[in-house]
C-alpha cells in the first residue's frame, strides 16, 4: 500500500526538514499574521513548480495534479505560534521574536507538509488523482480554518487529513482512531445586573456578587445532574468580574466560560441550560440576566474507514509497535471545520523523548520536540495521500 519511492526520499529530505522546522520555530508569527510563513510556503511552492493561491489575510492553498484520473485528497498543516515567551532560550533554534513562540508545534506540521509535497511531487506522475496542500493560518483562535473553507479551500475534496505533533506520546508513536478526537468548544458570558449602593445598606440593594457566585456554584449541577454521564461534557468559568471596592455593593457582575461537549445534543442541552440557571437566579435576588453563548469549533470525529487506512499506512511504513490509541481530548482543533465538508481524520505523532526533555506539554514556555519525529509526520502525510489516492 505504502509507496516505496515516498519512503527512500523522507530519508534524503530529512535534514532539510529539520532545517525549516527550526527557521519556521526561530521566526514564529501569531494568528492571521503568518505573512513572512506565508511568503516563504509560496517561494518554495513556486521552487517546486506546485500551483497555489494564497488565501486572505493569510494562508496557502496549493495542489498537486497526479498523472491519473482520481479523487482529491487535501492534507492539512497549521502555520500559526503562541504569545507565549520561550523559556529553553539555550536551543540554537530558539524564537527570535520576544514573546512570541511556536509553543504548540505548528512550526513542525508547516514543515512537515512542505516535505511531503516535495516527495508527493517527485512521484505526481503515478499519483491516481490530486493533492490539495492547505497551509492553514490562525488554528490557535480557531479562525483560520473557517476563513480557508469560505475561500473555497475544500473546493472539490473527497477526504481530509490533518497531523498534529504530540508531545504527551513517545516518539514515533501514531494515534488516529476512529470516533470522537477532540472536543467541541464554545464560550459563554454571562451579565448580571443588580442595584449597587452603600455596603452598610443592603436593604437598599441587589448585590451582584451573590448572584454572581450563585450562579457559580450551581451551574455546575447541569454537567453533574442533567446530562447522561455517558456523553463527556466540561463547563469552566474561566473569568469573573464583579465589584469595585470593600464597601460598595456591586451593580454588575460579568462570568465567561468554555463549554466542551462530543454530542450535539449535549451541546444544545448545555446552552439552554445556562440561560435557564443564570435567569432563575438572577430572579431569585432581583437582579437580570443576559446571556451570550458563541459556538466554537465542532468536534473533531474520525470517519472509521480514513482512520483505518491511517493505521493501515502506518503500520505498513513504520510497523504496528508505533500504533496507540489515545483517548479522545477535551481540547479544541478548528480541523473539524474542515471535516464538515468531506470526511476524513486527524492523527497524533508522537516527539516526547525524556533524553531530549521534549515531553513539556504543549502551550509551555519550555515546549520543544523531538526532531526526529518529522520524519515520521511528514511521511504519514504523504503514503496516507498516496495510499488514499491509489487504493
Ligand atoms: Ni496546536
Redesign the pocket.
Known amino acids: 500500500m505504502i509507496n516505496e519511492k515516498i519512503k527512500e526520499l523522507m530519508g534524503q529530505y530529512s535534514d532539510e526538514l529539520v532545517e525549516l522546522r527550526r527557521k519556521f520555530h526561530s521566526e514564529p508569527e501569531l494568528s492571521f499574521e503568518e505573512v513572512k510563513t506565508t511568503q516563504f510556503v509560496c517561494d518554495y511552492l513556486d521552487q517546486l513548480g506546485i500551483a497555489y493561491r494564497k488565501t486572505e489575510p493569510t494562508g496557502v492553498i496549493a495542489e498537486i495534479k497526479g498523472g491519473k484520473p482520481g479523487e482529491t485528497v487535501a492534507l492539512r498543516g497549521?502555520m500559526d505560534a503562541l504569545s507565549v515567551k520561550q523559556l529553553n532560550t539555550h536551543v540554537p533554534y530558539a524564537s527570535k521574536i520576544e514573546g512570541k513562540m511556536h509553543a504548540?508545534?505548528?512550526d513542525t506540521h508547516t514543515a512537515m507538509l512542505m516535505i511531503a509535497a516535495k516527495a508527493l511531487n517527485e512521484v505526481k506522475e503515478e499519483l491516481a488523482g490530486n493533492v490539495r496542500l492547505l497551509f492553514q493560518p490562525a488554528?490557535?483562535i480557531a479562525q483560520g480554518a473557517k476563513a480557508m473553507v469560505e475561500q473555497g479551500a475544500m473546493e472539490g475534496v473527497d477526504n481530509v487529513f490533518g497531523i498534529?505533533i504530540w508531545s504527551q506520546a513517545p516518539t514515533h508513536h501514531i494515534s488516529c482512531t476512529p470516533g470522537p478526537s477532540f472536543a467541541a468548544a464554545d464560550i459563554f458570558k454571562v451579565r448580571f445586573k443588580g442595584k449597587g449602593g452603600h455596603g452598610a445598606i443592603p436593604e437598599d440593594c441587589v448585590d451582584a456578587v451573590m448572584v454572581a457566585s450563585s450562579f457559580a456554584m450551581n451551574v455546575q449541577a447541569v454537567v453533574s445532574r442533567t446530562i447522561d454521564p455517558q456523553s463527556p461534557a466540561v463547563l469552566t468559568i474561566g473569568k469573573m468580574e464583579v465589584g469595585t471596592r470593600f464597601n460598595v455593593i456591586a451593580e454588575n457582575a460579568l462570568l465567561e466560560g468554555t463549554v466542551r461537549t462530543f454530542h450535539q445534543d449535549t451541546r444544545d442541552h448545555i446552552e439552554n441550560s445556562i440561560t435557564q440557571f443564570a435567569e432563575s437566579i438572577a430572579t431569585m435576588y432581583g437582579a437580570t440576566a443576559e446571556v451570550e453563548y458563541i459556538r466554537g469549533t465542532q468536534p473533531v470525529i474520525n470517519d472509521t474507514e480514513s482512520a483505518q487506512l491511517v493505521q493501515q499506512v502506518a503500520t505498513e511504513a513504520f510497523g504496528a509497535e508505533f500504533l496507540y490509541d489515545e483517548k479522545p481530548t477535551m481540547g479544541a482543533e478548528d480541523f473539524s471545520f474542515f471535516l464538515d465538508k468531506a470526511p476524513g481524520c486527524f492523527a497524533l505523532v508522537g516527539s516526547g523523548n525524556p533524553e531530549k526533555d521534549t515531553e513539556w506539554s504543549?502551550h509551555h514556555g519550555n515546549f520543544d520536540i523531538d526532531e526526529d519525529a518529522l520524519a515520521t509526520g511528514a511521511e504519514l502525510y504523504a503514503q496516507y495521500a498516496w495510499a488514499y489516492l491509489n487504493k
Open positions: 497549521d504548540c508545534g505548528h488554528e490557535e498534529h504543549h
